[in-house]
């Protein structure tokens, strides 16, 4: 007896995207641990799972992915472009630390932040709860003298988020290379592309060209997770909708640096099937982080996501 077998005519059914096919995430999720590591035929090449014993170990090896990528560039005399998440966050004061170690000056630096909460209009919040405070705080401000210049910072509002595929095409016309800084959410997105979404669309290249959306529904599991992760519990906080980068930013990306830490306590975890899926499910729209291995780049991940995923029987 499991979801599978009882989710007709339950509450549930109905609630996930279309495109989920259940057996096929059961099988991604009962792959062994030992397994997590091997290269799948769509997998780039280049891409590269890094397990982490600890949080502590995960911080350190993203911030100094982010921080290295900035140096090589600073060597090379080009400039870099990043599309930044605000997810994972522990990452941001090692980058900081790394720069500040090697006294590498950021005016070579272009951001774009992935997303910002919003209401249908896509009008974002402000203050304490925002992204763009989340960044100034964790980042821009402690980087002293060494930051990125102010305009150079861009943040996904409703008048500045059309701007992005303008702005990055003319960064990389130039020979910036673009990376994308990424963390996986529990339906699978990347930003707040949503898997939904995925229904809109008649084929993976037409949803492939879509380069952001303002004032995105959010699913209700993304509420839920933020409310979990961000927010102490408190769904009433949570805003319904974001402003976020697409499909057609995202994975043109150059390289990307990803992150999966969600573990909790007590041998709890909401992201091992999220971070399986990602793994395993293969390319396709109704799973937003599937095309994720397709690109260069590496994506640490603690080593409890990989299970066996399964419950405590002790």
């Not at 030992?34 to 290269?39: G, N, Q």
């Not at 911080?59 to 605000?86: Q, T, Y």
């Not at 763009?132 to 980087?143: D, G, I, K, T, V």
């Amino acid at each position: 007896m499991n979801f599978i077998s009882t989710v007709k005519g339950s509450l549930l059914e109905g609630f996930y995207p279309e495109g989920w096919d259940f057996d096929k995430i059961d099988a991604c999720c009962a792959n062994a641990p030992e397994s997590v590591c091997e290269p799948q035929d769509f997998w780039n090449p280049g891409f590269t799972p890094v397990p982490c014993d600890s949080l502590g170990e995960f911080d350190v090896k993203m911030g100094h992915e982010i921080a290295n990528e900035i140096k090589k560039a600073k060597e090379r005399g080009e400039k870099i472009a990043f599309i930044l998440p605000v997810g994972p966050m522990g990452m941001y004061k090692w980058a900081v630390y790394f720069l500040t170690e090697w006294k590498v000056k950021c005016d070579h630096v272009w951001c774009f932040n992935m997303d910002e909460w919003a209401d249908a209009d896509g009008n974002t919040i402000t203050g304490e709860a925002s992204f763009q405070n989340a960044m100034e705080n964790a980042f821009y401000n402690p980087l002293g003298e060494l930051t990125v210049p102010k305009d150079h910072r861009n943040f996904a509002t409703k008048d500045n988020l059309p701007s992005y595929p303008e702005k990055i095409a003319a960064l990389k016309a130039q020979g910036a290379k673009l990376v994308l800084v990424y963390g996986i959410g529990r339906m699978c997105h990347i930003a707040f592309w949503e898997p939904q979404f995925g229904s809109e669309f008649t084929s993976d290249e037409e949803w492939l060209k879509q380069p952001y959306r303002i004032g995105a529904k959010l699913h209700p599991l993304t509420i839920e997770q933020n409310a979990l992760t961000s927010f102490r519990s408190r769904t009433s906080l949570v805003p319904c909708r974001a402003n976020t980068v697409g499909p057609a930013l995202l994975f043109q990306a150059d390289y990307a640096i990803g992150g999966a830490d969600g573990v909790l306590s007590r041998g709890m975890q909401w992201q091992g099937m999220s971070f399986w899926m990602t793994l395993r499910y293969r390319p396709t729209r109704f799973v937003t982080s599937s095309y994720i291995p397709t690109i260069p780049g590496r994506l640490f991940f603690m080593k409890e996501l990989a299970g066996p995923l399964c419950p405590d029987v002790n």
